[in-house]
T-cell receptor, first 115, second 111 residues
Framework: ETGVTQTPRHLVMGMTNKKSLKCEQH?????MYWYKQSAKKPLELMFV???????ENNSVPSRFSPECPNSSHLFLHLHTLQPEDSALYLC??????????????FGPGTRLTVL | GIQVEQSPPDLILQEGANSTLRCNFS?????LQWFHQNPWGQLINLFY???GTKQNGRLSATTVATERYSLLYISSSQTTDSGVYFC?????????????FGKGTKLSVIP
């Protein structure tokens, strides 16, 4: 595997389900990001991790819970989502620190549908 | 926050034609990236270009930071160039690590 990978690529879940999205980067980076891309809206940053510590949380509802167990893996745990949470969720990584100067590289995304 | 405007919003080209996509931003930036999002959603890095000019095959980009715009040139377009092209910027004044994305230019290349 190379670059940034994400699983699953597609996910359909009910509002009462609990699921997790997984991201893995093979670039030797230490900063990782979750972005959300909704229809007709620009990409929005959700969370940033630097050396496995969360450094930014952009007012994301608590039904989204990130986890970064090591510098190569990032998870997004989902529970009691709403239909408006349906979107493409993109993971990215960059060299650390996650400064504005570092180029970010994106995974293929998980397309989430909440019924 | 910083505003990022891309033009045109939609572009249809005949295969083999050339095109120029524009990105205007409202403040000084420290990072500017161009991406191509394919029909499956993958964001592919094209250029990291906070200033200057770069070329990669049929693609080239120029950022004039002092005038707050960037241009992406596509020459001899191919059907595989179809998709959405995003410009994204970051600046230290935001106090965050966020890449702020424009709304994109949707390119359709027809045979």
């Amino acid at each position: 595997e190379t670059g940034v990978t994400q699983t699953p690529r597609h996910l359909v879940m009910g509002m009462t389900n609990k699921k997790s999205l997984k991201c893995e980067q093979h670039l030797g980076h230490n900063a990782m990001y979750w972005y959300k891309q909704s229809a007709k809206k620009p990409l929005e940053l959700m969370f940033v991790y630097s050396l496995e510590e969360r450094v930014e949380n952009n007012s994301v509802p608590s039904r989204f819970s990130p986890e970064c167990p090591n510098s190569s893996h990032l998870f997004l745990h989902l529970h009691t989502l709403q239909p408006e949470d349906s979107a493409l969720y993109l993971c990215a990584s960059s060299q650390d620190p996650p400064s504005v100067y570092n180029e970010q590289f994106f995974g293929p995304g998980t397309r989430l549908t909440v019924l | 926050g910083i505003q990022v405007e891309q033009s045109p919003p939609d572009l249809i080209l005949q295969e083999g034609a050339n095109s120029t996509l524009r990105c205007n931003f409202s403040d000084s930036v420290n990072n500017l990236q161009w991406f191509h999002q394919n029909p499956w959603g993958q964001l592919i890095n094209l250029f990291y270009i906070p200033s200057g000019t770069k070329q990669n095959g049929r693609l080239s980009a120029t950022t004039v930071a002092t005038e707050r715009y960037s241009l992406l040139y596509i020459s001899s377009s191919q059907t595989t160039d179809s998709g959405v092209y995003f410009c994204a910027v970051a600046y230290s004044g935001a106090g965050s690590y966020q890449l702020t994305f424009g709304k994109g230019t949707k390119l359709s290349v027809i045979p």
